[in-house]
């Protein structure tokens, strides 16, 4: 699964690259395909925290709780 999670990684920076104009694609990168390579990615997010049992929602909000704090002091 992780080695499925970094296939994924790469296959977001390989769209956001083509995005961006770093690299020329071979197929030009659309919008919507970086949407589905993030559907993709974070589809093995989900898988993997539910292999380990984590409640990845609550997690989650932790992480998100946290980084407002920090911003806001
Ligand atoms: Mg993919």
Redesign the pocket.
Known sequence: MVTDLL??AG??AAAVKGLEGFKPPDKPKTKEMLA??L???LYIIFVLAEHYGINLEESFLQTVNDYILRFIS
Request: without cysteine.
């Open positions: 296939e994924e296959e977001v589905t390579e559907s993709d990615l």
